[in-house]
């Protein structure tokens, strides 16, 4: 890019060009549909609710004979492997991809993560144009983003915004979501969701997923799910057919603790450990009910969202140090993760 630095910040280039030339190649259109035996199963009660209602309203499938829908997605390797919402295939069977040069392919689900609404599809080809990963810890808020998808049919739309904040959390009305979203007021409707949000140096930073919205359009809020808790979401589903790895705990605050158990406790930092999951990496550990978890290797943890954070950022496998406060004193206990 040509442009001028300032204050040792980032390059502001003259104009977008070179990120959507590289973004726009890489962002396909999804369009799902479920078979006729989907359907019955559906219509004998199976179904438990619409899946692009939280985003697009509840009337976005308008076929009550089989539902039909659209998305974006983004190609994150040459081989064929796409990520994109869950809530573009939730409750789907049926999926083909459009591909910037036109072509088109039948896609198989490799798997889903409703907590993060993340979800990868394969398409059978090789050679693909696709986008690598970027550190969406480095972005800041002010700086310039892109997004690229398809809303309204509209293929390969690119939109211009700044990153509004980070670190967004309840936005999804769903009890279990997992949610640290980059806000920014770069224009996003329906059908831009599973697309790309990129730098302006073209780098894959975030996944659309969201608007806050009373209409069901844009209203200058969008939300993104970071690259960060994308990549190794993705991986996972790739590597081993699951969404995350979990330390195999339930958290409270210190302030919650307290008050439902009218026990003061040795910390005012971290959460406390309320629950084991039988079998989990915690309790196979040696972490027992009461343990305040305070940091997971050199990152500290103040919240329930800290530490799912955290997690999401390592692969089934791993070994992490967790620091605990135990009868007041700091220990550290090695944790090998497991799946969810």
């Known amino acids: 890019f040509e442009g001028v630095v300032k204050d040792n910040a980032r390059y ?10 590289l973004a726009m190649p890489a962002v396909v259109h999804i369009s799902v549909k479920e078979s006729e035996s989907l359907a019955q199963s559906r219509r004998r009660g199976l179904d438990r609710r619409d899946p692009f209602s939280f985003f697009f309203g509840d009337d976005f499938f308008g076929n009550p004979r089989g ?7 983004v190609i994150i390797s040459d081989n064929g492997y796409i990520v994109t919402n869950n809530h573009v295939v939730e409750m789907t069977d049926q999926y083909e991809v459009t591909l910037f040069d036109d072509r088109k392919f039948s896609a198989t689900l490799v798997g889903t993560d409703p907590r993060t609404d993340l979800a990868v599809l394969k398409i059978d080809t090789e050679g693909l144009p696709f986008l690598k990963f970027s550190d969406s810890d480095k972005i800041r808020v002010g700086e310039w983003v892109l997004a690229v998808g398809n809303p309204f049919d509209l293929t390969s739309t690119v939109t211009a915004g700044i990153v509004s904040a980070k670190g967004r959390h309840k936005i999804i009305q769903r009890n279990d979501a997992i949610e640290d979203f980059i806000q920014t007021d770069a224009v996003v409707n329906p059908g831009n969701s599973g697309g790309a949000l990129v730098n302006t140096d073209g780098e ?14 844009y209203a200058g809020y969008s939300f993104a799910v970071p690259a960060n808790m994308v990549e190794p979401v993705v991986n996972n589903i790739i590597d081993f057919g699951g969404p995350r790895v979990t330390l195999g705990v339930y958290v409270a605050s210190i302030s919650e603790y307290e008050e439902y158990s009218g ?3 040795e910390s005012d930092k971290g959460v406390v450990v309320t629950e084991l999951i039988d079998g989990g990496a915690a309790q196979y550990a040696g972490l027992v009910p009461t343990d305040i978890i305070v940091q997971v290797d050199e990152a500290d943890v103040n919240s329930a ?9 390592h692969k089934i496998g791993d070994k992490v140090a967790i620091t605990i406060v135990r009868n007041g004193k700091k220990e550290k206990i090695l944790v090998h993760l497991k799946a969810s």
């Open 305 to 313: 969202e800290d530490l799912v954070a955290i997690m999401n950022q």
């Open 204 to 217: 894959l930073i975030g996944i659309n997923t969201a608007i806050a919205t009373a209409t069901g359009y």
């Open 263 to 265: 026990r003061e406790m």
């Open 67 to 73: 539902r039909e829908g659209k998305g974006s997605g």
């Open 12 to 21: 502001l280039p003259d104009d977008f060009t070179a990120a959507a030339d």
